[in-house]
């Protein structure tokens, strides 16, 4: 079992940077995968990066480039650096464990959810 708890979120202007964190609970967080989601208003939840217990990375083209996820697995702790943040940005972000990396970038890879945290980005 795994406990997943976001915090970092908040309200930025655009161009602005936030950080989010994910705090794991349990001795075996460096063996999942880890990633990130988000879900707007009225739109489907949606892959934004992961990265593999190895350290390897993926991202969402829509966020490549702008945003970085990191875990550091002494701390159980994941992490989403977002620069140069747009107002499309906004939706409240999730934190995800798993073990599928085939299906990293679907909800269906992963096991554990954590509770969201809420990005706001103003124009």
């Known amino acids: 079992q795994v406990q997943l708890v976001e915090s970092g979120g908040g309200l930025v202007q655009a161009g602005g940077s936030l950080r989010l964190s994910c705090a794991a609970s349990?001795?075996?967080?460096?063996?999942?995968?880890m990633g990130w989601f988000r879900q707007a208003p009225g739109k489907e939840r949606e892959f934004v990066a992961a990265?593999?217990?190895?350290?390897?990375?993926d991202y969402a083209r829509s966020v490549k480039g702008r945003f970085t996820i990191s875990r550091d697995n002494a701390k159980n702790t994941m992490y989403l650096q977002m620069n140069s943040l747009k107002p499309e940005d906004t939706a409240v972000y999730y934190c995800a464990a798993g073990r599928s990396e085939y299906r990293m970038y679907q909800q269906i890879g992963y096991d554990y959810w954590g509770q969201g945290t809420q990005v706001t980005v103003g124009a």
């Open positions: 990265v593999r217990w190895s350290g390897g990375t």
């Open positions: 349990g001795r075996t967080f460096s063996t999942y995968l």
